[in-house]
């Protein structure tokens, strides 16, 4: 009789200790959208972050597409461009080869990244690794969540960069897309993921 309290005991220890670990923060936001926002490539860039992973130059766009510059450090690098462990809840592609259509207005592109929600991460990102350098040297990038009121845009981003986006609603489904104002469209090796 006691060996099976015990072994009960043993066993609801286990589920309860189990269950808080692994589960994850349920983040509900009941809201009304807001207006959708178009996307614009005439502007270089807004609410966006624009990292070279080379230099350390992070150049960052703010929703009127004003820019200001810093420089991280090579740890500060290597978080932003997700390198290391990969958890739990993390959202990564790894390397795929994507063809990048041409731009028509901004507003449609090629599907990269599909975050069914951001949680527990803030931030969605696309690291350029590789463009074909005599006929697409460059790619637009965006970001948008399903309702179309929380978006981000980087426009003629050459390789070896990362372009990040810290969501607004993160339990929210995103996409990222890549169009390019290029004259020839081609393929181009990219990697999407979400990072804190």
Not at 20 to 48: C, H, L, M, W, Y
Not at 51 to 59: D, F, I, K
Not at 124 to 138: A, E, F, G, K, R
């Amino acid at each position: 009789m006691r060996f099976g309290k015990s072994v009960l005991l043993a066993i609801a220890m286990v589920m309860l200790f189990s269950t808080s670990v692994f589960a994850a923060p349920v983040q509900v936001q009941d809201r009304t959208p807001n207006e959708k926002v178009e996307i614009d490539f005439s502007q270089e860039g807004r609410n966006v972050d624009v990292l070279n992973v080379a230099t350390g130059e992070l150049v960052s766009y703010d929703d009127k597409g004003t820019k200001i510059t810093t420089f991280l450090t090579p740890e500060q690098v290597a978080s932003r461009t997700g390198q290391g462990e990969v958890g739990l809840f993390d959202y990564d592609t790894g390397l795929v080869n994507i063809t990048v259509p041409k731009n028509i207005n901004g507003n449609q592109g090629a599907l990269v990244g599909f975050y069914d929600t951001v949680a527990p991460h803030s931030y969605v990102n696309l690291h350029i690794i590789s463009l074909p350098q005599t006929t697409m040297p460059t790619i637009n990038v965006a970001f948008t969540n399903g309702m179309g009121d929380d978006t981000a845009w980087a426009a003629n981003i050459p390789e070896g960069y990362v372009v990040s986006m810290k969501a607004r609603y993160p339990s929210e489904s995103y996409v990222a897309r890549v169009s390019t104002n290029e004259l020839y469209s081609s393929i181009a090796l990219l990697r999407s993921f979400t990072s804190y």
